[in-house]
């Protein structure tokens, strides 16, 4: 039988269930009979069905007119393709995945590494680069003269590194053949003022005095093979004064 | 002047075949009556031909009001006696024309027909109200109401959904029907 009491300080359950009509046919036969008895039970009845008769009527009047949105999914197709194909394969996704599964650590580790690589990478072809330039400078040790009347000087003097590295012994090689060049110091007559003529040179081009000037700050490129823009004492130009080269 | 005597009192100058004060009785419970029977039919037609049978019933037999029982709960008893009688009618038609109904109400609302300016009126001030109580409810009562009015879900089914237990659901909607009636009203509802 209906439990009043329970409905209403427990779960009230039948009271709602029968308001919203989810009560079996059984429990509703029961339920009726008891609200022809009970007169508490009716007034519940009546005041819970007419609270929610407010919302009903609240719903009618301000949303069953309102047309329902219409619902569009843009490129739904394209997204069923895209979580429906497989995964592009290539090396470098094949890559990318891999860093992507890397952990964070392992990432910063491998970062330290290459960067300590390509520092020394850049060390090594420092050195070899400096090196080279001792060895060219030590076969050939051009010696800058300057007119006595302290004409432009043309060569500047090598770098202090590239002469230590020039005074080390194992560049004095003695299975290494150093051709005997005389050595002919590029001379440069003052035409006017501020001007010179290189008068030994191949070309002997003009040169400018704010050139001049540059070419006492930097080292001679003997490795350079930019006729346009070394205006510095090449090889080529002595060998040019010289005879043939004594082969050993 | 009738507003400001008791139910009581009305029914009194209702026995002495005072049509007003019957009238005045009508003001104050139609809409009750008429919401307890639509708890009951859960169809607004066939609610409001029973609220109708509740009144004439009543006024038939004022005299034998005794006055041992509140006038709320007198109307209510008719109410719900005209409920079943108007249900078992329908259960003994449906029968009659095999109808192969499970027993399963249709749960249909039709718009009301208030058709007098005075009826509009108090329509559109009821709603404000219920605007504002649903509004001021907490969320998780709000969330019930809204499940079970708007979007018409089962109570098995908002407990799916909210996975909370069955017994909460109810429980929720209980207090927020009970808020709302309190606010609607605002007065106390009687629950003993």
């Known amino acids: 039988m209906f439990d009043r009491k329970r409905n209403l300080d427990g779960d009230h359950g039948d009271l709602l269930s029968y308001i919203?009509?989810?009560?079996?046919?059984?429990?509703?036969?029961?339920f009726e009979s008891h609200l022809e008895e009970c007169d508490d039970c009716a007034v519940d009845l009546g005041a819970f069905s007419d609270a929610r008769l407010g919302v009903v009527e609240w719903r009618r009047s301000d949303f069953d007119h309102l047309a329902t949105p219409e619902i569009v999914i843009p490129q739904a197709e394209d997204v069923v393709v895209l979580v429906a194909s497989p995964a592009k394969s290539g090396f470098f996704t094949g890559l990318a995945e891999l860093i992507g599964s890397v952990p964070v650590f392992a990432k910063a580790g491998a970062g330290l590494v290459a960067a300590a690589l390509l520092i020394g990478v850049i060390y090594v072809s420092f050195s070899a680069n400096s090196s080279q330039v001792?060895?060219?400078?030590?076969?050939?040790?051009?010696?800058?003269r300057s007119q006595p009347d302290s004409a432009p000087v043309t060569l500047a003097p090598a770098p202090s590194s590239t002469v230590e590295i020039a005074k080390d012994d194992k560049f004095k090689s003695e299975d290494r053949p150093v051709p005997a060049v005389r050595r002919v110091a590029p001379q440069t007559k003052v035409i006017g003022q501020g001007q010179q003529i290189a008068v030994n040179g191949p070309k002997a081009r003009r040169l400018n005095p704010l050139r001049t000037e540059t070419a006492k700050s930097v080292a001679p490129r003997l490795n350079s093979f930019d006729d346009e823009e070394d205006q510095t004492l090449r090889l080529s130009d002595l060998f040019s004064?010289?005879?043939?080269?004594?082969?050993? | 002047m009738l507003a400001h005597l008791t139910d009581e009192q009305l029914v009194e100058l209702a026995v002495s075949r005072?049509?007003?004060?019957?009238?005045?009785?009508?003001?104050?419970?139609?809409?009750?009556?008429?919401?307890?029977?639509?708890?009951?039919?859960?169809?607004?037609?066939?609610?409001r031909d029973a609220a109708q049978e509740t009144f004439i019933s009543a006024y038939r037999n004022l005299a034998n009001f005794r006055g041992e029982a509140k006038v709320s709960s007198w109307l209510h008893r008719i109410a719900v006696n005209q409920c079943l009688t108007v249900k078992r009618r329908a259960k003994t038609r449906s029968e009659e024309f095999l109808d192969d109904d499970d027993g399963r109400e249709e749960?249909?609302?039709?718009?009301?027909?208030?058709?007098?300016?005075?009826r509009k009126a108090e329509q559109v001030e009821r709603l404000k109200l219920v605007r504002t109580a649903v509004s001021s409810l907490p969320t998780d009562l709000r969330q019930v109401i809204v499940m079970k009015?708007?979007?018409?879900?089962?109570?098995?089914?908002?407990?799916?959904?909210?996975?909370?237990?069955?017994?909460t659901v109810k429980s929720r909607l209980y207090t927020a029907l009970k808020q709302l009636r309190m606010k609607l009203d605002r007065v106390p509802l009687e629950i003993a």
């Open chain 1, 241 to 248: 004064q010289v005879g043939p080269i004594r082969q050993y």
């Open chain 2, 18 to 47: 005072d049509r007003e004060a019957f009238g005045e009785i009508v003001k104050r419970w139609e809409r009750k009556i008429f919401a307890l029977c639509f708890g009951m039919l859960s169809r607004e037609d066939d609610a």
């Open chain 2, 107 to 118: 749960r249909v609302f039709v718009a009301p027909l208030h058709n007098s300016p005075s």
């Open chain 1, 20 to 30: 919203y009509g989810e009560m079996d046919e059984q429990s509703r036969n029961i």
């Open chain 1, 134 to 144: 001792a060895v060219a400078d030590m076969n050939s040790k051009p010696e800058v």
């Open chain 2, 149 to 167: 009015e708007f979007e018409e879900m089962t109570f098995q089914e908002i407990s799916d959904t909210l996975e909370i237990p069955l017994s």
